[in-house]
């Protein structure tokens, strides 16, 4: 059974730090990952989507990075901002799946202190 | 392009009462997804509708829980009888085509059982 384990659960940082974010899976057979960002009260809004046979995707001062034998993904967050205070969840999709499931992880809160 | 739409926002009920939730996909889209969001986890698949079929109900729990898709657009997501472990937020979500394309998410209906 696919898991999906994002630490740490809870991040607070000072405005302007670059930092990272880290989700693990234990079945590495995936058909790709992704990142959403979700904000208090919202949907999710997808950031970045890595194809298995991707090892990164940039946008803007994001940039997702995928190591499938290890079974990680890391999200890097440039030179943070205010704005970017919200919780940010990684989802998997299984090869083994034919419904293409995404399977969550429960997600970082991340606080950028100005 | 107009989004996924859903309603109520918000909803508190006493426990065994029940409660219906409606999503509007964006149109167009085939595939359409409710998931559980329970606080401090990711999302979990409940349904997924291909049009308006089944596509996997694995994760509902059919004696409390039912989903219909009339005509493939709209949906709406039923618990009768409510318990206090079904407060969460449900989340809808639409994809153009097959089940392995991006998902875009509705704001949610955050349920709370009392």
Do not use: M
């Not at chain 1, 940039?63 to 919200?86: C, E, V």
């Not at chain 1, 090869?95 to 970082?108: A, D, V």
């Not at chain 2, 618990?79 to 394309?101: F, H, M, R, T, W």
């Amino acid at each position: 059974k696919q898991e999906v384990t994002q630490i740490p659960a809870a991040l607070s940082v000072p405005e302007g730090e670059n930092l990272v974010l880290n989700c693990s899976f234990t079945d590495s057979a995936i058909y790709n990952l992704q990142w959403f960002r979700q904000d208090p009260g919202k949907g999710l809004t997808s950031l970045l989507l890595i194809q298995s046979s991707q090892r990164e995707q940039t946008s803007g001062r994001l940039n997702a990075s995928l190591d499938k034998s290890s079974g990680r993904s890391t999200l890097y967050i440039a030179a943070s901002q205010p704005g970017d205070s919200a919780t940010y969840l990684c989802a998997v999709r299984l090869l083994s799946s034919n419904t293409g499931k995404l399977i969550f992880g429960q997600g970082t809160t991340l606080q950028v202190k100005p | 392009e107009a989004g996924v739409a859903q309603s109520p926002r918000y909803k508190i009920i006493e426990k065994r009462q029940s409660v219906a939730f409606w999503c509007n996909p964006i149109s167009g889209h085939a595939t359409l997804y409710w998931y559980q969001q329970i606080l401090g986890q990711g999302p979990k698949l409940l349904i997924q509708f291909q049009n308006n079929g089944v596509v996997d109900d694995s994760q509902l729990p059919k004696d409390r829980f039912s989903a219909e898709r009339l005509k493939g657009v709209d949906s709406t997501l039923k618990i009768q009888p409510a318990k206090l472990e079904d407060s969460a937020v449900y989340l809808c979500a639409s994809a153009p085509g097959g089940p392995y394309n991006e998902q875009f998410f509705g704001p949610g209906t955050r349920l709370t059982v009392l």
